[in-house]
């Protein structure tokens, strides 16, 4: 969630202005290489030929997934060098650690019957070396890591989907690396989109993200971060708590599914093509104008969207260095090197000047603020994507608005006709307002959903092992979300959803008086 200030007059003083107007085999660096490490030795399993998506699902999972000890941040940690590869295609893994030895597990997220991950490659254990805390480079403040590649992985035989790579230690210290087995075609399917840009604009590994600089301030954040460095924290906190929960219930319902990253469409991947639904998993933040342009082509072509988090689509960014950089000066704007010459890439808000594009044209509700913490609101009971939850209008489920929120706002372009699903009062920053959760559709039949608040995927396993205190949300709440959002992905998965499901009743007039 965004716990960071938006701009140089910090988080709550831009408020208070903007509220008021992975089964494979390993190729090892050989013996003798230069870094010195050993081979990796493939799983007993990694022969195995790449499995169905219904085989895979039900085979069973390994409870042992988690990292459980983390130990001294520079202990172990890694990266690799690709954020998503097609199957069967190989990736370098750069790992540096202060102590001995390591070994690698590759795990794919998924349900597998409640334990949520399979392990489908473990490499052997292999010579660790320290190598360093990273570079400070240039005038955009930008950290990497520079190390040299440790293995190299190949993922013949793993399945599409999201991993996470499990580095451990003889001492038992652990970190995650992520990797995303995309899909070549999501035709006919659900597309799952991991939002990795977002994730490295909050990684403050070596001390700089785009929100901070090593000092703690805006005014010494990066202007650019690079995907050459490890993840801070356990190496994936973006994805365990926004996206993983999507993750494992798709799986669970058996839809077809395929896998993609925000970086691949903005690569120029076709993934979307013939897609039935795209799901945006939870805090999808940061997108390029050509991401912005290929959902929007691939709703107008029939492909329903699903935003299940608040804040989407609202930071413009370019990447470069072959999708490896991510470029976003924000308020810095006017240092933008492109600001002049091609103003509709200058990496700012989407909102705002030069080339101002608000985001509620696509995803059909505005963000407005931050921080907040209310019920939920039903507006809608008997909207379709509300069946089975037994709700009645003004039933309020506590804690599910925050810590970001969403509203319809009729001042921007807004697509109509739209449905409030649910309209929640809320308090920002001393400032009145609502929190919608809004469904539109588009002459193509495509439907669009926003769930107008950040936690609704994190909510999906409130109150678990992995979420146990999630802000306070409780087993009904989780009940109810989950029930909606089983609807949301199952009536998406046919196909347009306005060629099947009642069309929304747009009330936007009614509910705001205006």
Not at 322 to 338: E, F, I, M
Request: contains cysteine; glycine residues 10%.
């Amino acid at each position: 969630m965004d716990v960071a200030p938006r701009d140089g007059l910090g988080r709550r003083g831009f408020l208070r202005v903007a509220c008021a107007a992975a089964v494979g085999s390993v190729a090892a660096c050989a013996p003798g290489s230069r870094d010195g490490s050993s081979p990796a030795s493939p799983s007993p399993s990694s022969t195995s030929p790449a499995r169905r998506p219904a085989a895979e699902r039900s085979l069973p999972g390994d409870p042992d997934w988690r990292v459980r000890r983390r130990g001294p941040d520079e202990a172990i940690e890694g990266y690799g060098d690709r954020a998503s590869v097609l199957p069967g295609e190989s990736f370098g893994l750069h790992v540096s650690t202060t102590e001995g030895r390591y070994r690698v597990t590759a795990y794919r997220m998924g349900w597998y019957g409640g334990t949520l991950a399979r392990r489908v490659w473990r490499s052997g254990w292999m010579r660790g070396r320290d190598q360093g805390r990273g570079r400070l480079a240039g005038d955009t403040r930008t950290v990497r890591a520079g190390w040299r590649r440790s293995l190299t992985v190949s993922t013949e035989g793993w399945p599409e989907g999201a991993y996470l790579l499990r580095l451990d230690t003889e001492r038992g210290h652990q970190r995650y690396v992520p990797l995303v087995v995309r899909s070549a075609s999501g035709a006919g399917r659900t597309v799952l989109v991991h939002a990795t840009p977002t994730w490295q604009a909050y990684n403050r590994w070596g001390g700089y993200s785009l929100y901070y600089g090593e000092d703690g301030r805006y005014e010494s954040r990066s202007l650019a971060v690079s995907f050459d460095r490890p993840y801070d924290s356990t190496g994936m906190e973006k994805f365990l708590i926004h996206e993983r929960p999507v993750v494992a219930l798709a799986e669970r319902l058996g839809l077809p599914l395929a896998y993609t990253t925000g970086g691949d469409l903005e690569a120029g991947d076709d993934v979307l093509t013939g897609a039935s639904a795209v799901i945006f998993l939870g805090h999808d933040e940061y997108w390029t104008p050509g991401v912005r342009r290929t959902v929007t082509e691939a709703r107008d072509a029939g492909a329903n969207l699903a935003f299940l988090g608040a804040n989407t689509c609202y930071r413009r960014v370019r990447m470069e260095e072959d999708g490896k950089l991510v470029v976003c000066y924000k308020t810095a704007v006017d240092r933008d090197p492109l600001v002049r010459t091609r103003p509709s890439l200058a990496t700012t808000d989407f909102r705002a000047a030069p080339k101002a594009d608000p985001e509620s044209s696509l995803i059909g509700v505005y963000y407005d603020g931050y921080p907040v913490d209310a019920p939920f609101v039903v507006h809608e009971p008997r909207h379709w994507i509300f069946a089975g939850t037994g709700v009645r209008g003004g039933d309020a489920f506590p804690h599910l608005v925050g810590v970001e929120y969403d509203r319809v706002n009729t001042d921007v372009p807004t697509p109509r006709p739209l449905q409030i699903l649910a309209h929640s009062p809320v308090t920002c920053v001393g400032r009145p307002s609502f929190a919608d959760a809004a469904y539109y559709t588009v002459p193509s039949g495509a439907g669009v959903f926003a769930s107008g608040t950040m936690r609704w995927a994190e909510t999906l396993m409130a109150r678990t092992r992995d979420l146990p205190r999630a802000h306070g949300i409780d087993a009904r709440t989780r009940a109810f979300v989950t029930t909606a959002t089983t609807n949301l992905l199952k009536g998406f998965a046919e196909g347009p959803a306005a060629e099947r499901l009642p069309t929304p009743d747009d009330n936007v007039r009614r509910t705001y008086r205006a």
